[in-house]
DNA sequence: GATAGATTTCTCTCGTAGCG
DNA sequence: CGCTACGAGAGAAATCTATC
């Protein structure tokens, strides 16, 4: 005869009520039924649980110890039964989520803060990794959900949706540029420019509205972040063109935010790991980020796949 | 006699193996 | 893959035993 829940359902209810009718009324079988799952359980164990004493039940040493080690377990399964209910209502888990850095300085921990907030159970990982690491981990199942710049495909990457935001022209608070309406490439003949190394895909696009105008600009700082050179621009080193999230999260007492025209797009892609099934507090978070880019000034959702 | 537990018998359900 | 047979286990009903 092998253990089962039943049996330590009958037992633990005996244990708590004194007897077998009592015990039944809380199993809901008859008492017969409990007899028999306390004699299954005493040859389960290899002893017996209870001394039949003046027709009663009375429990053996042997059976104060089992319950005590029976009651972690009911406590352990009433744990399960819990967990069941948290993650089938989204508010248990852990989630492992990278962002390129532009976002990691401020929008990432917005929208997490929010979401934490209404999951108590949840706990988060935020990574700021450039977007090729953010593709690899991904890939390579590290990560749940990666935000990173689009156009780097991986057949290990599934995206969630896509979005484009516009560059803007960041200026030292009193600079002789700062209250106009919008910036354009002219506007910067002469300007000490602070431009951005390491990303070339993105320098390129900042540089080719003034190169196929003409226009040069006196570029002595080179960064590889776009917060770095909100810093620099905050010191009065000079004026840059950054994405919007860095942009927002830099000194406004210090750096003054125009849009820039000709538009310059970013285009950025929310994505999960093409070979794991997302969970539903991956797909929760997906839509709170979804919901934090849509209230964003200037943004574009540009494709939303569904699910 | 009332109450509580044990035993026997029966039915039902479920899982598994065998077969076409 | 679907059907059938079989066995194990759970549970109910009836009945018996022991105790107060």
Do not use: W
């Amino acid at each position: 005869m092998q253990l089962n829940l039943r049996q330590l359902e009958a037992f633990k209810a005996v244990m708590e009520t004194g007897t077998a009718i009592h015990a039944a009324e809380i199993l809901n079988v008859s008492q017969p039924a409990v007899s028999k799952l306390i004699a299954n359980f005493e040859r389960a164990v290899g002893f017996e649980v209870f001394d039949r004493a003046h027709g009663r039940l009375a429990p053996t040493p042997e059976a104060v110890m089992l319950y005590n080690v029976v009651e972690h377990a009911f406590a352990s399964v009433a744990r399960i039964e819990q967990s069941a209910v948290d993650i089938r209502e989204r508010r248990d888990g852990r989630l492992t989520v990278g962002v390129m850095p532009a976002l990691s300085a401020g929008f990432a921990q917005r929208v997490a803060t929010a979401f934490l907030a209404r999951r108590p159970q949840v706990s988060l990982t935020l990574h700021g990794r450039s977007s090729q690491k953010i593709i690899e981990s991904l890939a390579g199942q590290q990560l749940d959900l990666g935000i990173f710049a689009a156009g780097l495909d991986h057949p290990g990457v599934s995206t969630d949706f896509q979005f484009r935001v516009a560059a803007v022209c960041i200026l030292p608070r009193g600079h002789r540029l700062a209250n106009k309406a919008h910036i354009e490439p002219a506007d910067l003949e002469g300007e000490s420019f602070i431009s951005l190394t390491m990303l070339d895909r993105i320098r390129a696009r900042v540089d080719h509205p003034f190169e196929s105008a003409g226009i040069r600009r006196s570029i002595r700082i080179d960064t590889p972040m776009a917060a770095s050179a909100c810093a620099f621009v905050a010191q009065g080193a000079g004026v840059s063109i950054v994405d919007p999230f860095s942009a927002m999260e830099a000194d406004d007492r210090k750096v003054a935010v125009r849009p820039f025209v000709p538009a310059i797009h970013f285009d950025m892609e929310v994505a999960h790991p093409s070979r794991s099934r997302r969970s539903q507090l991956v797909l929760a978070f997906a839509d709170a980020l979804r919901d934090g880019l849509r209230a964003y000034p200037g943004l574009t959702l540009v494709e939303s796949v569904p699910g």
